[in-house]
């Protein structure tokens, strides 16, 4: 055995004082610096054989029909978005398979909804999210700025990504992003702006690269609080990203194009439901003149909408999916040892108020809220816990107390 002062790295030199840790072999050492690069260089040399050999993820592939049955738990209609959704998402996994080595590349389809507040697409995202293997984040568009202004660059929506993938870039690069309230960085008027359009057309033209795929250097803890941090590079090339907004005043753009009157001489049934859903004809030259730039419309091929909910689609919302709000007040209220039965008067009053306020699904939440708050107060302390019955007298007494009674349609 070698005396101690004669100890030093096999690989670097360094003597026994100059190291924090010296590990003994058969006939040498070997420092902790060392066992650090050594690991690196072991790391890049298998990435290197995954990249040549096979594809670079091994997902088990979800069908189409699979993924919208999972929807159809947790979303009431919107047929025709769960079906974009879902084969947009099968075929993100399917280009996350593909070998390097063909012939033919595969394009990705970023998709963008179109819908009313309230219609679900938030609610489809999240319920994407629950299914998916891989990573996933909801980022926020209204937020975003020119870069050199207060507020967050849209190198933030990495940022999230690399968060919700525990900061492994791999995952991340073959992630999918929905980016919510698209809407809102449409630029105010048709015209390309002269001037600086800090939180609109600006923020567009930021997002084109971000979009079709290249390298982008990411701050891993956010924007400019920390200038000091190293940044992470990552390719947005593999990475899918799902845009919503509800768009407000491109049904009047749709009418315009279309010819669609309202006033005027009694039409058929059949027009005057399809006037009632204008966005059903909605197409990237609607969103061009509502503001979005035809660079930004390019790199988000699929487009598809949201339809308006009726008063039986309201309902069924509020009783059949799995997290259904009239199942959320009766779990509630499990928790009290007490049965809540709501009547379907009761339930019908609700959906009617609904439809009045206008607010979509959200709308429910609210109202329910109205209705359900005097009996979740008093429950609790009461002595005798049975049962409790919700009729429509009681919900028209509740609704009429409170101020909600005094909001109009607009």
């Known amino acids: 055995m070698k005396k101690r002062s004669d100890q030093h790295c096999s690989f670097c030199g360094k003597n026994k004082e100059e190291v924090l840790?010296?590990?003994?072999?058969?006939?040498?050492?070997?420092?902790?610096?060392?066992?650090?690069?050594?690991?690196?260089?072991?790391?890049?040399?298998?990435?290197?054989?995954?990249?040549?050999?096979?594809?670079?993820?091994?997902?088990?592939?979800?069908?189409?029909?699979?993924?919208?049955?999972?929807?159809?738990?947790?979303?009431?209609g919107q047929e025709e978005a769960k079906k974009?959704?879902?084969?947009?998402?099968?075929?993100?996994?399917?280009?996350?398979?593909?070998?390097t080595n063909e012939d033919i590349e595969i394009e990705k389809s970023n998709i963008v909804m179109v819908g009313e507040t309230g219609t679900g697409k938030t609610l489809l995202a999240k319920t994407i999210a629950r299914l998916l293997k891989v990573p996933f984040t909801i980022v926020d568009a209204t937020v975003f700025t020119e870069a050199g202004y207060v507020g967050e660059d849209v190198e933030s929506i990495l940022s999230r990504l690399l968060q919700s993938a525990n900061y492994d870039v791999k995952a991340a690069e073959r992630g999918i992003v929905y980016i919510d309230e698209i809407d809102k960085i449409a630029r105010k008027s048709s015209n390309p702006s002269?001037?600086?359009d800090v939180s609109g057309e600006g923020v567009q033209q930021s997002m084109l690269k971000l979009?079709?795929?290249?390298?982008?250097?990411?701050?891993?803890?956010?924007?400019?609080?920390?200038?000091?941090?190293?940044?992470?590079?990552?390719?947005?090339?593999?990475?899918?990203f799902v845009c919503g907004g509800?768009?407000?005043?491109?049904?009047?753009?749709?009418?315009?194009?279309?010819?669609?009157?309202?006033?005027?001489?009694?039409?058929?049934?059949?027009?005057l439901a399809e006037a009632d859903n204008l966005l059903q004809f909605v197409n990237p030259?609607?969103?061009?003149?509502?503001?979005?730039?035809?660079?930004?419309?390019?790199?988000?091929?699929?487009?598809?909408?949201?339809?308006?909910l009726t008063a039986g689609t309201l309902k069924r919302i509020l009783t059949e999916p799995k997290n259904a709000l009239i199942k959320q007040y009766k779990k509630l209220m499990e928790y009290e040892g007490i049965e809540?039965?709501?009547?379907?008067?009761?339930?019908?009053?609700?959906?009617?108020?609904?439809?009045?306020?206008k607010l979509g699904a959200r709308g429910l939440r609210t109202i329910c809220e109205a209705v359900m708050t005097d009996a979740m107060y008093?429950?609790?302390?009461?002595?005798?816990?049975?049962?409790?019955?919700?009729?429509?007298?009681?919900?028209?007494?509740?609704?009429?107390?409170t101020k909600l009674n005094k909001l109009k349609a607009a």
Do not use: W
Not at 258 to 270: A, E, F, H, M, R
């Open 21 to 76: 840790i010296l590990i003994a072999g058969i006939d040498g050492f070997i420092c902790e610096s060392c066992v650090q690069q050594a690991q690196l260089i072991i790391d890049e040399e298998l990435a290197q054989q995954q990249d040549k050999e096979q594809p670079k993820i091994n997902l088990n592939l979800v069908k189409p029909k699979e993924i919208k049955s999972f929807l159809d738990e947790y979303v009431i």
């Open 84 to 99: 974009v959704l879902s084969v947009a998402v099968y075929n993100h996994y399917k280009r996350l398979n593909q070998k």
């Open 194 to 196: 002269i001037t600086r």
């Open 211 to 240: 979009l079709e795929g290249t390298d982008i250097q990411v701050p891993p803890q956010g924007g400019r609080k920390h200038p000091e941090q190293k940044m992470i590079k990552i390719n947005t090339q593999n990475i899918l």
């Open 246 to 271: 509800a768009f407000d005043g491109i049904d009047k753009i749709i009418a315009r194009r279309t010819q669609t009157q309202v006033i005027g001489y009694k039409k058929p049934d059949d027009e």
């Open 285 to 308: 030259q609607d969103l061009k003149a509502f503001g979005l730039i035809p660079e930004l419309i390019g790199r988000i091929p699929v487009l598809t909408y949201l339809e308006p």
């Open 340 to 357: 809540l039965d709501i009547e379907e008067d009761a339930i019908d009053f609700i959906v009617e108020k609904a439809v009045e306020f």
């Open 378 to 401: 008093e429950t609790p302390s009461a002595e005798e816990k049975e049962s409790i019955t919700i009729t429509r007298e009681y919900a028209e007494e509740k609704l009429s107390k």
